[in-house]
C-alpha cells in the first residue's frame, strides 16, 4: 500500500508546522522522516495515523482518500515514542487489544498473540504489567501489538530514542528485519541522521516544515541537494567553506581565504563572481605532505582517536577549521603544520544565496519520486566506514 | 557543638516520644468517647474516671443497633424515657448511608465523564469550567442551602432523603470536578492514541484504557465526597423534619436536646457515626496519596 | 476529529459533547442557580412560612444588617476566631509537621493517626467536646483540679471568653491536620543537598532550619494560611454545633449570624444578605489567595 501526501499544510495557531509538504511513500519500503525537533516530522506521521487534522492537502492510501478516516479504520499500526502501553493491562492483554476491539473471537485471538510472542520471543512475559518490564521488553511488545493486526502501514515515532546506546545499535537491525518481515510500508520518524541511513529505503529530510530532500540514503549522503541536508547528514559533518568563485586561467576556481579548489569540471554551472559554499567530507580530504599539493593550510588544533580513525581539526587562521579523517596510524602530531588536499571531484558546491546544489541534477524535491532509478552510478565513494560504527 | 551531639544520640528517642504525646492528646476524644460508651451507667460518673473500663459493657451499642428504649436511673428508679431517639439510630445510619452513596456515585460518574470531555476535546471554556469548579468549592455551604431548600420546596421534595443527595452533590461536586480534572490531565494521551490506532472507539477508550488509569483519582474523590455528605450537619438540618428522615448527624445532636443526657449512649453514638469513614479512609489511604498528588496540591 | 457516523458508534465530538452534558446541567441548577438566587433573595424580604408576602425591598436587608449591632459583634468575633485558630493551626501545623518529617519506623502510623481529626464529623467532635469539657462530670476539669492546675472549675462553654477558647480549640484540633498535610508535603520535596551544603558550610540546626527549611515553606505557607483563613472565616458547624452562638451571642460569627436571622427569625432575605456580604469578603480573600499562589508558582515552586 503506498502513501501519497499531497501538497500538506499544517499550522498550529499561527504557526506554520508544514508548508506545501508533497511526497510518495512507495509500497512495502521503509521510509525515514528526518530532521531536527520542530521540523513537522512528527505532525506529518501523527495526520498519516490520522491523530491530526490536515488543514489543507490530501492523503492517500493507494487510491483511497483518507483524511476524513479515523485511526481504527485506516488499518495503520503505530509505534509511540514512549511506547503507550496499556498499563493496567497484562502484555497478553495488550497484544490483544486491537484484536479484541475488532471483535475477534478469543481463540482466534488467543493464537495469533502466540504467534506473535513467539516471533518476538516475549512468551514468558505474556502475564506480566508493561511496569515490569526492561526498555528493550516493552518495544518487542509495541511491536507485537503492530504485528498482531497485520497492518497495510506501519509508523514508528522515535522509537529507539529511550533506549541506551548498546541497544539501539541491536535494534535498529532488529527494527530492519522486522519492517521486511512485516511486508507493510514503514514510515519512521528520528531526528538521528544514523538510524535513518542505516534502516531507509528513502529519507525524506525535513526542515522548518519543508522537504529539504527526499531520496535514498545513498543519495541525500553522496548528492546532498541544499546546505540543510549537507550539513545534517553525515557525522563527522561536512566542512563548509564560504568562499567566491574566481577565474585563474580562465578556469573557474574556488577561492576563500585559506583554501582554493579547482572547479574546472563545473564550468558550466558557474560563474564568475558567484558567491558559493564548498562542502568536503572528513572523509574525503586528506593530509597531504608538501604546500604544491594542498588547497588549504593550517595547524592541527586538535587530533580525536576514533577507534579506526583518527579525526584531525585543522585550524587554517581566523578560527577556521577543517575536520580531516585520516587512519589511525598516521602520525600527526598536535600544534604541527600540515597542508590538505582536497579533490575536486569529491567536493560539493553550493550557491551562497539559494543554498542549493550547483553540481549534479538534483533540485530539492522531486514531486512524485518513487519511479526515478536511485541516482546515476557517478563518481562518488562507496559508502564506506563513515556513518556506520 | 555538643547540642548536636546530644541531639544525635537522643533525637530519634525525642521526636519518638514527642510523636506519642501528640498522638495522645490528638486521639484523647475519640479514645474517651470509646471508654466512656463501652462503661456501664454507674461507672461513667464515677470518680476518679478510669480510661479503661472496669466492668466493659456492650449495652449501649446493644440499644443503638437493637433500638431497644433506654432507661435512665432518676432517684434510684428506672424511668423510661418514652420514644428516645435511640430506636431510630439505626434507620439513621441506613439513611445516612444511601445519601452518602448516592451523592458520591453522582458526582464521581458526572465529575469523571466531564473531565474526560474536557482534557480530550477542544472547546471555549474548557480550561474556564475547572477554575470555576473551584471558586465554587470554596463558596461556604450555608449560602448554597437556604436557595437550594426553596428549590427543594417547590419540588415538592423537602423531607425526602433524595434532596439530601442533591444537595450534597451541589456541595461535594465542584471538588471532584477539580480533582478529576488534574488528574485526567495528567493521563498520557499517547495512550489513548495507541487505542484509537488499534481500532477502539473513544467510548471503548474510555471504558478499557481511561477508566482503570483513572482508579487512584476517582478513589481520591470518592473518599472526599463521601466524608462530606456523611459528616454533614447543616443540609440535614435544614432540609429534614421527621425522625424517620433523618441523617446520623442531625438524629444524634437530637439526644442531646433532651433534658437528660445519656452520655454513655451518646459516645456509642458518636462512636459509631465515626467508624465507617475512619475504616475506609484508613483502607484506602494509600490511594488518596497517588490521588491527591496528581491533584489540587494546595486544596 | 470527525468519524464516519455509524449506527452504533458515536463521532468523536458527539462522545465530548455528551460526556460534557450531566455536569453542565448539575451544575447549572447546583451551582450556578443557588448563588444567583442567593443574590436575589438578598434583595427581597422572605418569610419562608409566608412565602406569599414575599417582597422586593432593595437595599433595606442591608440596612438592616448595617444597622444591627449583632451583626457587627458577628463580625469582630469571627475575626477573632479566625484569627486565633490560623495563629494556632499554622504554628501546630509545621511543627507536626517537622516531627512527622522523619525516617522512623511506623511514621506511617503516626501520619495516619495524626490526620484523624480530619475526617470526623463535627458533630461527633463537638459532642466529645461537650461532654470532655463538661463542667461537672467532663474529664478535663477532673484532671486539671486533681493535678492542681486549677483550683476552681472551668465552666468551658458557659462564659463568653471561654466558650471563644473552647472553639478555637475545636478549631485547631480538626483542621491542623490540612496544614500538616500541606507543609509535609512541601518538606518532602526540599532537595536533601540545600542541608548537605549548608551542614558543609558550617550551619548548625537552627540556621539550617531558618535558612534552608522556612523560605522553602514560605510560600506554601503563604497560600495555606489565606486558604485556611477563607475557610475559617465562614465555617457553620464548629461554632454552632458546640455553643449554638451562645453563651447568648458571644460566639456568633458570620455563618452563624445568617442561619439565626433565616430560621429563627424567619428573615431569609437577611440571611442572604449576610451570605452575599460573605461572599464579597470570600472574593477579595480569593484575589489575595491567587495573587500569593501566582507568586508561589512564579517562585519555582508546585
Same mark, same amino acid.
Given at each position: 500500500m503506498d502513501v501519497s501526501l499531497e501538497v500538506i499544510n499544517k499550522s498550529f495557531g499561527s504557526v506554520r508546522v508544514l508548508k506545501d509538504v508533497s511526497l510518495k511513500f512507495p509500497s512495502r519500503k521503509f521510509v525515514t522522516l528526518l530532521?531536527?525537533?520542530?521540523?513537522?516530522?512528527?505532525?506529518?506521521?501523527?495526520?498519516?495515523?490520522?491523530?491530526?487534522?490536515?488543514?489543507?492537502?490530501?492523503?492517500?492510501?493507494?487510491?483511497?482518500?483518507?483524511?476524513?478516516?479515523?485511526?481504527?479504520?485506516?488499518?495503520?499500526?503505530?509505534?509511540?515514542?514512549?511506547?503507550?502501553?496499556?498499563?493496567?493491562?497484562?502484555?497478553?492483554?495488550?497484544?490483544?487489544?486491537?484484536?479484541?476491539?475488532?471483535?475477534?473471537?478469543?481463540?482466534?485471538?488467543?493464537?495469533?498473540?502466540?504467534?506473535?510472542?513467539?516471533?518476538?520471543?516475549?512468551?514468558?512475559?505474556?502475564?506480566?504489567?508493561?511496569?515490569?518490564?526492561?526498555?528493550?521488553?516493552?518495544?518487542?511488545?509495541?511491536?507485537?501489538?503492530?504485528?498482531?493486526?497485520?497492518?497495510?502501514?506501519?509508523?514508528?515515532?522515535?522509537?529507539?530514542?529511550?533506549?541506551?546506546?548498546r541497544l539501539r545499535i541491536t535494534m535498529r537491525a532488529e527494527l530492519r528485519r522486522f519492517h521486511l518481515d512485516l511486508g507493510a510500508t514503514t514510515v519512521y520518524v528520528t531526528h538521528d541522521q544514523l538510524?535513518?541511513?542505516?534502516?531507509?529505503?528513502?529519507?525524506?529530510?525535513?526542515?522548518?516544515?519543508?522537504?529539504?530532500?527526499?531520496?535514498?540514503?545513498?543519495?541525500?549522503?553522496?548528492?546532498?541537494?541544499?546546505?540543510?541536508?549537507?550539513?545534517f547528514i553525515g557525522s563527522p559533518p561536512m566542512n563548509l567553506i564560504?568562499?567566491?568563485?574566481?577565474?585563474?586561467?580562465?578556469?573557474?576556481?574556488?577561492?576563500?581565504?585559506?583554501?582554493?579548489?579547482?572547479?574546472?569540471?563545473?564550468?558550466?554551472?558557474?560563474?564568475?563572481?558567484?558567491?558559493?559554499?564548498l562542502g568536503a567530507r572528513p572523509q574525503d580530504l586528506r593530509l597531504v605532505p608538501s604546500a604544491a599539493e594542498g588547497n588549504a593550510h593550517g595547524r592541527v588544533w586538535v587530533v580525536e582517536l576514533v577507534g579506526s580513525e583518527?579525526?584531525?581539526?585543522?585550524?587554517?587562521?581566523?578560527?577556521?577549521?577543517?575536520?580531516?579523517?585520516?587512519?589511525?596510524?598516521?602520525?600527526?602530531?598536535?600544534?604541527?603544520?600540515?597542508?590538505?588536499?582536497?579533490?575536486?571531484?569529491?567536493?560539493?558546491?553550493?550557491?551562497?544565496?539559494?543554498?542549493?546544489?550547483?553540481?549534479?541534477?538534483?533540485?530539492?524535491?522531486?514531486?512524485?519520486?518513487?519511479?526515478?532509478?536511485?541516482?546515476?552510478?557517478?563518481?562518488?565513494?562507496?559508502?564506506?566506514?563513515?556513518?556506520?560504527? | 557543638m555538643s547540642w548536636e551531639i546530644?541531639?544525635?544520640?537522643?533525637?530519634?528517642?525525642?521526636?519518638? @516520644?514527642?510523636?506519642?504525646?501528640?498522638?495522645?492528646?490528638?486521639?484523647?476524644?475519640? @479514645?474517651?468517647?470509646?471508654?466512656?460508651?463501652?462503661?456501664?451507667?454507674?461507672?461513667?460518673?464515677?470518680?476518679?474516671?478510669?480510661?479503661?473500663?472496669?466492668?466493659?459493657?456492650?449495652?449501649?451499642?446493644?440499644?443503638? @443497633?437493637?433500638?431497644r428504649p433506654q432507661y435512665f436511673q432518676s432517684g434510684g428508679q428506672q424511668v423510661d424515657t418514652g420514644a428516645t431517639p435511640a430506636q431510630f439510630f439505626t434507620r439513621w445510619f441506613l439513611n445516612s448511608l444511601l445519601v452518602t452513596l448516592g451523592s458520591t456515585v453522582i458526582s464521581i460518574v458526572v465529575s469523571t465523564l466531564a473531565a474526560y470531555s474536557l482534557t480530550r476535546f477542544r472547546y471555549w471554556g474548557r480550561t474556564f469550567v475547572p477554575y470555576f469548579s473551584l471558586l465554587g468549592y470554596m463558596v461556604p455551604s450555608i449560602i448554597f442551602v437556604f436557595p437550594l431548600f426553596l428549590m427543594m420546596v417547590r419540588l415538592e421534595l423537602t423531607d425526602t432523603l433524595l434532596s439530601l443527595v442533591l444537595g450534597y452533590v451541589s456541595i461535594t461536586l465542584p471538588f471532584c470536578m477539580w480533582l478529576m480534572w488534574a488528574f485526567m490531565r495528567s493521563i498520557p494521551i499517547e495512550i489513548e492514541e495507541a487505542a484509537l490506532v488499534d481500532g477502539a472507539t473513544r467510548l471503548q477508550v474510555?471504558?478499557?484504557?481511561?477508566?482503570?488509569?483513572?482508579?487512584?483519582?476517582?478513589?481520591?474523590?470518592?473518599?472526599?465526597?463521601?466524608?462530606?455528605?456523611?459528616?454533614?450537619?447543616?443540609?440535614?438540618?435544614v432540609f429534614l423534619n421527621s425522625l424517620d428522615n433523618l441523617t446520623l448527624t442531625v438524629g444524634v445532636m437530637l439526644f442531646f436536646e433532651g433534658t437528660h443526657v445519656d452520655w454513655g449512649l451518646l459516645m456509642a453514638a458518636c462512636v459509631l457515626m465515626t467508624v465507617p469513614m475512619a475504616s475506609l479512609f484508613m483502607g484506602l489511604q494509600r490511594h488518596l496519596v497517588a490521588g491527591f498528588g496528581a491533584g489540587a496540591v494546595k486544596g | 476529529m470527525a468519524t464516519r457516523f455509524r449506527r452504533f458508534t458515536l463521532s468523536d465530538q458527539a462522545v465530548g459533547v455528551l460526556f460534557m452534558v450531566p455536569f453542565v446541567l448539575t451544575a447549572l441548577f447546583f451551582m450556578v442557580y443557588p448563588i444567583v438566587e442567593a443574590v436575589r433573595m438578598a434583595f427581597f424580604s422572605y418569610n419562608p412560612l409566608r412565602p406569599d408576602l414575599s417582597a422586593f425591598v432593595g437595599l433595606s436587608n442591608f440596612s438592616y444588617i448595617f444597622d444591627d449591632q449583632l451583626f457587627w459583634t458577628s463580625f469582630w468575633q469571627a475575626t477573632v476566631w479566625t484569627g486565633f485558630s490560623i495563629v494556632f493551626q499554622t504554628l501546630f501545623g509545621v511543627a507536626i509537621a517537622l516531627l512527622l518529617h522523619q525516617a522512623l519506623p511506623g511514621i506511617a502510623i503516626f501520619r495516619g493517626l495524626l490526620l484523624f481529626p480530619y475526617i470526623v464529623p463535627t458533630v461527633v467532635i463537638a459532642l466529645i467536646w461537650r461532654w470532655i469539657f463538661n463542667p461537672e462530670i467532663g474529664v478535663v476539669n477532673y484532671a486539671l483540679l486533681a493535678s492542681g492546675v486549677i483550683s476552681e472549675r472551668i465552666y468551658w462553654l458557659s462564659t463568653p471568653e471561654m466558650a471563644m477558647a473552647s472553639t478555637i480549640m475545636l478549631n485547631v484540633w480538626k483542621y491542623t491536620p490540612f496544614v500538616v498535610i500541606c507543609v509535609l508535603a512541601r518538606l518532602q520535596s526540599v532537595p536533601l543537598e540545600l542541608y548537605d551544603a549548608a551542614k558543609v558550610d558550617g550551619a548548625?540546626?537552627?540556621?539550617?532550619?531558618?535558612?534552608?527549611?522556612?523560605?522553602?515553606?514560605?510560600?506554601?505557607?503563604?497560600?495555606?494560611?489565606?486558604?485556611?483563613?477563607?475557610?475559617?472565616?465562614?465555617?457553620?458547624?464548629?461554632?454552632?454545633?458546640?455553643?449554638?452562638?451562645?453563651?447568648?451571642?458571644?460566639?456568633?460569627?458570620?455563618?452563624?449570624?445568617?442561619?439565626?436571622?433565616?430560621?429563627?427569625?424567619?428573615?431569609l432575605g437577611v440571611g442572604a444578605a449576610t451570605g452575599v456580604i460573605m461572599m464579597i469578603m470570600l472574593s477579595v480573600g480569593s484575589v489575595i489567595y491567587l495573587r500569593s499562589a501566582g507568586f508561589a508558582r512564579e517562585e519555582g515552586h508546585g
Open positions: 530532521g531536527p525537533s520542530g521540523c513537522g516530522k512528527t505532525t506529518l506521521l501523527r495526520m498519516i495515523a490520522g491523530l491530526e487534522t490536515v488543514d489543507s492537502g490530501i492523503i492517500r492510501f493507494g487510491e483511497k482518500v483518507v483524511n476524513r478516516l479515523a485511526p481504527r479504520d485506516r488499518n495503520i499500526a503505530m509505534v509511540f515514542q514512549s511506547y503507550a502501553l496499556y498499563p493496567q493491562m497484562s502484555v497478553g492483554q495488550n497484544l490483544a487489544y486491537g484484536l479484541r476491539v475488532r471483535g475477534t473471537p478469543k481463540e482466534a485471538r488467543a493464537a495469533a498473540v502466540e504467534r506473535v510472542a513467539r516471533i518476538l520471543e516475549i512468551e514468558h512475559l505474556l502475564d506480566r504489567r508493561p511496569a515490569q518490564l526492561s526498555g528493550g521488553q516493552r518495544q518487542r511488545v509495541a511491536l507485537g501489538r503492530a504485528m498482531v493486526r497485520k497492518p497495510d502501514i506501519f509508523l514508528m515515532d522515535e522509537p529507539l530514542s529511550n533506549l541506551d546506546a538510524e535513518a541511513m542505516t534502516m531507509s529505503d528513502h529519507v525524506a529530510v525535513m526542515n522548518g516544515g519543508i522537504v529539504q530532500q527526499f531520496g535514498s540514503p545513498a543519495e541525500v549522503y553522496g548528492r546532498p541537494a541544499n546546505l540543510f541536508v549537507a550539513g564560504h568562499g567566491a568563485v574566481e577565474l585563474e586561467n580562465g578556469a573557474p576556481t574556488f577561492a576563500s581565504e585559506h583554501a582554493r579548489v579547482s572547479l574546472r569540471h563545473l564550468a558550466n554551472r558557474v560563474h564568475a563572481g558567484q558567491r558559493v559554499v583518527k579525526l584531525v581539526d585543522v585550524d587554517l587562521g581566523d578560527k577556521r577549521r577543517l575536520t580531516v579523517q585520516v587512519r589511525a596510524d598516521a602520525p600527526v602530531l598536535e600544534d604541527e603544520a600540515v597542508h590538505v588536499g582536497i579533490d575536486p571531484h569529491d567536493v560539493h558546491v553550493f550557491d551562497a544565496e539559494t543554498a542549493q546544489r550547483v553540481s549534479g541534477r538534483e533540485s530539492a524535491v522531486p514531486p512524485f519520486p518513487g519511479s526515478e532509478p536511485l541516482g546515476r552510478r557517478e563518481h562518488f565513494r562507496p559508502i564506506a566506514t563513515s556513518w556506520r560504527d | 546530644l541531639w544525635r544520640h537522643t533525637g530519634r528517642g525525642v521526636i519518638f @516520644v514527642a510523636l506519642c504525646g501528640l498522638t495522645f492528646v490528638v486521639c484523647f476524644p475519640l @479514645v474517651w468517647a470509646l471508654s466512656t460508651s463501652l462503661k456501664p451507667k454507674s461507672e461513667i460518673f464515677a470518680t476518679p474516671p478510669t480510661l479503661v473500663p472496669k466492668a466493659p459493657t456492650f449495652e449501649n451499642y446493644a440499644a443503638l @443497633v437493637t433500638g474510555f471504558r478499557d484504557v481511561v477508566l482503570p488509569t483513572a482508579l487512584p483519582g476517582i478513589i481520591a474523590a470518592a473518599i472526599f465526597a463521601m466524608i462530606v455528605s456523611w459528616n454533614d450537619y447543616l443540609f440535614g438540618r | 548548625g540546626v537552627i540556621r539550617r532550619f531558618a535558612d534552608v527549611t522556612l523560605p522553602q515553606l514560605k510560600e506554601v505557607l503563604i497560600v495555606v494560611v489565606v486558604f485556611r483563613t477563607i475557610w475559617t472565616f465562614n465555617k457553620f458547624e464548629e461554632i454552632y454545633l458546640l455553643t449554638k452562638g451562645g453563651p447568648g451571642t458571644s460566639t456568633f460569627n458570620l455563618a452563624v449570624y445568617a442561619f439565626e436571622q433565616s430560621i429563627a427569625n424567619l428573615k
